[in-house]
C-alpha cells in the first residue's frame, strides 16, 4: 500500500539521488550526444545517470508502480500510480553551463497528476506542489509559495522556451500572445513554469511538449493557484501545446487569444 503522507519526503529523497548523479558533470565540458540523426536532441551521461538513480530508488521502494522516462523508457505503464520523470529538464541549458534546468519529477494517480517537483541543486532549490498546495525550499529553508494576480494581459510577464518551437498556425498563436504582453522571455525551460508559482511571472505558453515535460509541473503550478492545461483549457499531462498562468481570469483570455484567429490585439 501507498502512504500518500510519505510522498513529499520520498520526493525529496529522488531528488537528492538525482543531484549526486548530475552535479559532477556540470560546467566540466563532458560529451554531449544527440538522440536524433535530423535534428540536435541532445543527452549526457548526467542524465542517463540520474535517471537511473531516481529508477532504482523507486523500483526498490514501490515496485508496484509504474514509471515513465525520458532517457530510459517505461516500466508498468497501466499502475495505480505511475512516476513521470524528466531528469534533466533543459539540457542545452546544462551543456552551455546555464543554471536554468531542473530534474523534473512527477506521480500521476490514475492518470492525474498528483505531485511534482522541479529540483535545481546548483543553486539548491525545490519547487514542489500536490494540486492543493505549492512550497519552496533553498538555502533560506522552505516555505509556501503563491502565484500573483494579473488583471489584465498587457501588465504580464511571459515566458517560453523558444519561439521556434512554434509553427505554421501555431507560431501566429503564439505570437498574437506575446503581442499583448508587457515582457517577454526566453530561454528558461522548467523554471519559466516555477517562477509563475512563485508569483515572479504570469504566463508560460510552450508547444511540442512531452508528457515527461510537464506532469511534474501540474501540481506546482494548480498548487500554488495558478491554471495549468493544454491550449483549449484541459488538461496537460499528456504533454503537447500548453500553456500557464498565474491568474485564472488571465487563463481564460490567453486561451481565448490561442483559439482566436481573429484576435487583433
Given at each position: 500500500m501507498t502512504d500518500l503522507a510519505?510522498?513529499?519526503a520520498f520526493l525529496d529523497r529522488l531528488a537528492s539521488a538525482a543531484a549526486e548523479a548530475i552535479m559532477p558533470?556540470?560546467?566540466?565540458r563532458g560529451s554531449v550526444e544527440t538522440k536524433s540523426q535530423t535534428r540536435f536532441d541532445p543527452v549526457t551521461a548526467?542524465?542517463?545517470?540520474?535517471?537511473?538513480?531516481?529508477?532504482?530508488?523507486?523500483?526498490?521502494?514501490?515496485?508496484?508502480?509504474?514509471?515513465?522516462?525520458?532517457?530510459?523508457?517505461?516500466?508498468?505503464a497501466d499502475a495505480e500510480f505511475v512516476w513521470v520523470i524528466d531528469p534533466i529538464d533543459g539540457t542545452r541549458s546544462f551543456i552551455t553551463g546555464l543554471p536554468v534546468w531542473g530534474t523534473l519529477i512527477?506521480?500521476?494517480?490514475?492518470?492525474?497528476?498528483?505531485?511534482?517537483?522541479?529540483?535545481?541543486?546548483?543553486?539548491?532549490?525545490r519547487f514542489a506542489g500536490d494540486g492543493q498546495r505549492a512550497w519552496y525550499s533553498g538555502p533560506d529553508g522552505e516555505q509556501p509559495i503563491s502565484t500573483r494576480p494579473c488583471?489584465?494581459?498587457?501588465?504580464?510577464?511571459?515566458?517560453?522556451?523558444?519561439?521556434a518551437m512554434f509553427s505554421g498556425a501555431d507560431r501566429q498563436s503564439y505570437d498574437?500572445?506575446?503581442?499583448?504582453?508587457?515582457?517577454?522571455?526566453?530561454?528558461?525551460?522548467c523554471y519559466a513554469y516555477c517562477m509563475v508559482a512563485a508569483g515572479n511571472a504570469d504566463v508560460v505558453v510552450e508547444a511540442g511538449l512531452q508528457?515527461?515535460?510537464?506532469?511534474?509541473?501540474i501540481p506546482?503550478?494548480?498548487?500554488?493557484?495558478?491554471?495549468?492545461?493544454?491550449?483549449?483549457?484541459?488538461?496537460?499531462?499528456?504533454?503537447?501545446?500548453?500553456?500557464?498562468?498565474?491568474?485564472?481570469?488571465?487563463?481564460?483570455?490567453?486561451?481565448e487569444i490561442l483559439n482566436d484567429t481573429e484576435f487583433a490585439g
Open positions: 510519505a510522498l513529499p558533470h556540470f560546467r566540466m548526467a542524465d542517463r545517470g540520474a535517471e537511473e538513480a531516481i529508477r532504482r530508488i523507486i523500483n526498490a521502494t514501490y515496485p508496484e508502480h509504474g514509471i515513465v522516462g525520458e532517457e530510459l523508457g517505461t516500466e508498468r512527477g506521480l500521476l494517480r490514475n492518470g492525474k497528476p498528483i505531485l511534482g517537483m522541479m529540483a535545481q541543486p546548483f543553486t539548491g532549490e488583471a489584465a494581459l498587457a501588465e504580464a510577464s511571459l515566458f517560453t522556451t523558444t519561439p498574437r500572445v506575446e503581442k499583448s504582453v508587457r515582457l517577454a522571455r526566453y530561454g528558461c525551460d508528457a515527461y515535460d510537464i506532469v511534474a509541473l506546482i503550478v494548480e498548487g500554488a493557484g495558478g491554471r495549468l492545461t493544454d491550449w483549449q483549457g484541459n488538461s496537460a499531462a499528456r504533454g503537447g501545446r500548453v500553456v500557464a498562468s498565474g491568474d485564472a481570469n488571465l487563463h481564460e483570455r490567453v486561451v
